[in-house]
């Protein structure tokens, strides 16, 4: 089933944003490197920049649920160009940090994008929308982290990221058209009051703290044990993120159908296979598809997402996506610190524990996981009405 028309629109943005992200986000830390970061400064920065976004997706939310949510988009995607022109432009580690942090800064949108396309998205399931939608977004970074790598290696890292920033320029245009959506009115006398008390939401909650840290902690310094342990340069890691991206697309594109719960375990799976390559093989083939599974970390936190609205009522789902996507951050943040300690006393630490925890919290989801919606969903409102596929 197609795409509304208002969520194709979000994916063609997702594409060119996308391509921007792809050219530097799997180059980031060694960029930092390059400016003078150790092991341990490099996980202090990404944890500290990821911190400010851990802080900004329940405010998001709420503003969204509140006052609607196409100008919180806007202003995300122009403070993102913003963001990567500072960090162009920077001559130092501490300006280059500060363009850093309010790139993450500007990913409070992700509470209000979540919203909006399960709000537009017509008579198609939650996981499906999300996993087309945000199909935009690999389908762009599949070719942008090899051309990246090799500007990087050709020219220097710096000017990847003013290229991102043009590329944000135009995917913000693409935004611009994009129809508002009424804000739902609550059923009861306070807007959130039963959501702080829903239990199933709060145990979700409580899982997926659990769960992505255990998937998310090999992530920050991946691309430094690439290149120290396995010898692959600036470029070669560029491919290898185009892996990754292209893991992406497949994962939502075949997958995205599935039911929530299992597509987040599989996405467990795919990130144990991953680290398993990463410690045992360093050739160029097997590192492709350790690469590729590392598409699991996106691939899980869409499926978490789309279980979110299975145990929350439709006025409630911004500052519930706000919440989940804080919590994801938040585990970002203790995975960066812990990984930089880690990786100092042994760069393959970080993997390590990260296998074993992805073993012991595999079961977990398999027994706590949401199964069944809380309540009847109606279909959504905006875009091609009809009922809407919750139960799948």
Same mark, same amino acid.
């Given at each position: 089933?197609?795409?509304?028309?208002?969520?194709?629109?979000?994916?063609?943005?997702?594409?060119?944003?996308?391509?921007?992200?792809?050219?530097?986000?799997?180059?980031?830390?060694?960029?930092?490197?390059?400016?003078?970061?150790?092991?341990?400064?490099?996980?202090?920065?990404?944890?500290?920049?990821? =911190?400010?976004?851990?802080?900004?997706?329940?405010?998001?939310?709420?503003?969204?649920?509140?006052?609607?949510?196409?100008?919180?988009?806007?202003?995300?995607?122009?403070?993102?160009?913003?963001?990567?022109?500072?960090?162009?432009?920077?001559?130092?580690?501490?300006?280059?940090?500060?363009?850093?942090?309010?790139? $993450?800064?500007?990913?409070?949108?992700?509470?209000?994008?979540?919203?909006?396309?399960?709000?537009?998205?017509?008579?198609?399931? #939650? @996981?499906?929308?999300?996993?087309?939608?945000?199909?935009?977004?690999?389908?762009?970074?599949? +070719?942008? *982290?090899?051309?990246?790598?090799?500007?990087?290696?050709? &020219?220097?890292?710096?000017? #990847?990221?003013?290229?991102?920033?043009?590329? &944000?320029?135009?995917?913000?245009?693409?935004?611009?058209?994009?129809?508002? @959506?009424?804000?739902?009115?609550?059923?009861?006398?306070?807007?959130?009051?039963?959501?702080?008390?829903?239990?199933?939401?709060?145990?979700?909650? =409580?899982? +997926?703290?659990?769960?992505?840290?255990?998937?998310?902690?090999?992530? *920050?310094?991946?691309?430094? &044990?690439?290149?120290? #342990?396995?010898?692959?340069? %600036?470029?070669?890691?560029?491919?290898?993120?185009?892996? @990754?991206?292209?893991?992406? %697309?497949?994962?939502? /594109?075949?997958?995205?159908?599935?039911?929530?719960?299992?597509?987040? $375990?599989?996405?467990?799976? /795919?990130?144990?296979?991953?680290?398993?390559?990463?410690?045992?093989?360093?050739?160029?083939?097997?590192?492709?598809?350790?690469? !590729?599974?590392?598409?699991?970390?996106?691939?899980?936190?869409?499926?978490? /997402?789309?279980?979110?609205?299975?145990?929350?009522?439709?006025?409630?789902?911004?500052?519930?996506?706000?919440?989940?996507?804080?919590?994801?951050?938040?585990?970002?943040? =203790?995975?960066? !610190?812990?990984?930089?300690?880690? &990786?100092?006393?042994?760069?393959?630490?970080?993997?390590?524990?990260?296998?074993?925890?992805?073993?012991?919290?595999?079961?977990? %989801?398999?027994?706590?996981?949401?199964?069944?919606?809380?309540?009847? #969903?109606?279909?959504? *409102?905006?875009?091609?009405?009809?009922?809407?596929?919750?139960?799948?």
């Amino acid at each position: 089933m197609a795409l509304s028309r208002d969520n194709r629109r979000i994916a063609l943005a997702l594409l060119l944003a996308g391509v921007g992200d792809g050219m530097f986000f799997y180059l980031r830390p060694l960029y930092l490197k390059e400016l003078g970061a150790d092991p341990v400064a490099i996980g202090s920065i990404l944890a500290t920049a990821s =911190a400010v976004t851990a802080f900004t997706h329940i405010p998001a939310g709420y503003l969204a649920d509140r006052f609607g949510r196409k100008h919180l988009i806007l202003f995300s995607w122009t403070l993102t160009a913003v963001a990567l022109l500072v960090m162009h432009l920077a001559r130092s580690l501490e300006g280059f940090v500060a363009g850093l942090i309010l790139f $993450m800064f500007a990913n409070f949108v992700m509470a209000p994008l979540t919203a909006y396309i399960v709000e537009a998205r017509g008579a198609q399931s #939650v @996981q499906r929308a999300l996993t087309m939608s945000f199909s935009g977004y690999g389908i762009g970074n599949v +070719m942008s *982290p090899a051309v990246g790598g090799l500007i990087g290696r050709t &020219y220097g890292l710096r000017l #990847v990221f003013g290229l991102a920033a043009l590329a &944000y320029v135009a995917s913000t245009f693409v935004l611009m058209p994009l129809r508002p @959506q009424p804000v739902a009115a609550p059923t009861g006398r306070t807007r959130y009051a039963a959501l702080v008390r829903n239990q199933r939401f709060l145990g979700f909650l =409580a899982l +997926m703290f659990l769960a992505l840290g255990a998937m998310v902690l090999g992530i *920050p310094l991946l691309p430094n &044990y690439v290149a120290e #342990v396995w010898g692959f340069d %600036v470029g070669m890691i560029g491919v290898f993120g185009t892996f @990754q991206s292209l893991g992406i %697309v497949v994962l939502n /594109l075949t997958l995205g159908q599935r039911l929530p719960r299992r597509g987040f $375990m599989i996405a467990q799976l /795919l990130m144990a296979l991953s680290v398993l390559l990463l410690l045992t093989t360093g050739q160029v083939g097997w590192m492709g598809l350790a690469y !590729f599974c590392q598409a699991g970390w996106n691939f899980g936190r869409t499926m978490a /997402l789309s279980q979110v609205r299975r145990v929350v009522e439709a006025h409630e789902t911004g500052l519930a996506f706000g919440f989940t996507e804080t919590i994801a951050y938040v585990v970002i943040v =203790a995975a960066s !610190f812990a990984a930089g300690v880690l &990786y100092q006393y042994d760069p393959a630490l970080p993997f390590k524990l990260s296998l074993g925890l992805i073993a012991l919290t595999l079961p977990l %989801v398999w027994l706590f996981a949401p199964r069944h919606d809380a309540h009847t #969903v109606e279909a959504s *409102p905006v875009g091609e009405a009809s009922t809407a596929g919750e139960g799948l």
